[in-house]
């Protein structure tokens, strides 16, 4: 499966944005999906993740209460909320699928990723 994410800007603290990671290729709706987030210098971490049917779904503990993700297979997309962010979340976020959300946070457990979009959030 091929993924494009989309979404990213530049926002002010306590603002809000959407990203979207678009599927093709193989059946994008069995695979339980993930985002990730990386800062220069630092290793790529988790931030959330979702079943392949939406009915589970998993948070970092930095972002629960403001980031929701979510998604619709009927257009092949997974989506992530994120309202109040702060200077924090500044990052190139990542879309990524996987088999199985069982190790929803071990960025091993991913077969294909995204290229990543640019958040900034700053005043």
């Known amino acids: 499966v091929q993924l494009q994410a989309s979404g990213g800007g530049l926002v002010q603290p306590g603002g809000s944005l959407r990203l979207s990671c678009a599927a093709s290729g193989r059946t994008f709706s069995v695979y339980a999906s993930g985002w990730f987030r990386q800062t220069p210098g630092k290793e790529r971490e988790f931030v959330a993740a979702i079943s392949w049917n939406g009915g589970r779904t998993y948070y970092v503990d930095s972002v629960k209460g403001r980031f929701t993700i979510s998604r619709d297979n009927t257009k092949n997309t997974v989506y992530l909320q994120m309202n109040s962010l702060k200077p924090e979340d500044t990052a190139v976020y990542y879309c990524?699928?996987?088999?199985?959300?069982?190790?929803?946070?071990?960025?091993?457990?991913?077969?294909?990723w995204g290229q990543g979009t640019l958040v900034t959030v700053s005043s």
């Open positions: 990524a699928a996987a088999r199985s959300d069982r190790n929803y946070a071990d960025l091993s457990q991913y077969n294909s």
